[in-house]
């Protein structure tokens, strides 16, 4: 019997990093920066254990009117974590109430 458990590591950004700029920043170029989404045209090329703390991170930058840019987005990062206590939350994607492997159709046990 196969037992899956489906579980995303978590894990703190120490850096910004060069591609999460270049991913924030292509979106702030289109489409300016009027609220916090605008910063997440290109989500879907981020990754999944990194998003929630880009998303605090975009609202923190909004919220309090800092600039932006090539020269200086590892220091806002850097601000923010020094401000923000950002701590990621775990995430179980087993964590429904009610839903057991044996809910999914093709594992059930069945007798050959």
Do not use: H
Request: charged share 30%; net charge positive; aromatic share 10%.
């Amino acid at each position: 019997m196969i037992i899956l458990l489906l579980q995303l590591k978590i894990t703190i950004m120490k850096k910004l990093g060069k591609r999460n700029y270049e991913l924030i920043g292509d979106s702030m170029r289109t489409l300016g920066f009027n609220e916090p989404s605008d910063g997440l045209m290109n989500e879907e090329r981020m990754y999944c254990n990194e998003i929630d703390e880009i998303v605090a991170f975009l609202e923190w930058l909004y919220k309090s009117k800092r600039s932006f840019g090539r020269a200086n987005y590892e220091q806002r990062f850097a601000e923010f974590k020094k401000e923000c206590n950002f701590s990621p939350k775990p995430k179980n994607l087993n964590e429904k109430p009610g839903l057991t492997l044996v809910d999914v159709p093709f594992l059930k046990p069945r007798k050959i």
